[in-house]
Nanobody
Framework: QLQASGGGLVQAGGSLRLSCAAS????????MAWFRQAPGKEREFVGR???????SYANSVKDRFTISRDNTKATIYLQMNSLKPEDTAVYYC?????????????????WGQGTLVTVSS
């Protein structure tokens, strides 16, 4: 089970940190990722964290967003800096237990409930 939190309203150029708390003893066996969905748009990949803690990001957020993990809290984070109005969306954390690299949302098995991020200009 995944529980996302930390969304809110922030001005352009500001920062926000999202959290995704995972439950279950095997959560570290999963690939974790963040997706987002803006109104009227398809869900899109933001970034992922492999089992070995390597990361990859969408070009639109590279060098601004960072994914990290705290194993003691069974939580992953999405640190978002230099936010832009186009970052406004509902952000979801997700997980899958497969071995393939994927940025396609439908390949992910488990989803958090989403948290809204609004960036004002």
């Amino acid at each position: 089970q995944l529980q996302a939190s930390g969304g809110g309203l922030v001005q352009a150029g500001g920062s926000l940190r999202l959290s995704c708390a995972a439950s279950g003893p095997t959560w570290r066996n999963y690939v974790m990722a963040w997706f987002r969905q803006a109104p009227g748009k398809e869900r899109e990949f933001v970034g992922r964290l492999s089992r070995g803690s390597s990361t990859s990001y969408a070009n639109s957020v590279k060098d601004r967003f960072t994914i990290s993990r705290d194993n003691t809290k069974a939580t992953i984070y999405l640190q978002m800096n230099s936010l832009k109005p186009e970052d406004t969306a509902v952000y979801y954390c997700a997980a899958h237990g497969g071995t393939h690299y994927t940025t396609w949302w439908d390949d992910y098995w488990y989803w958090g409930q989403g948290t809204l991020v609004t960036v004002s200009s």
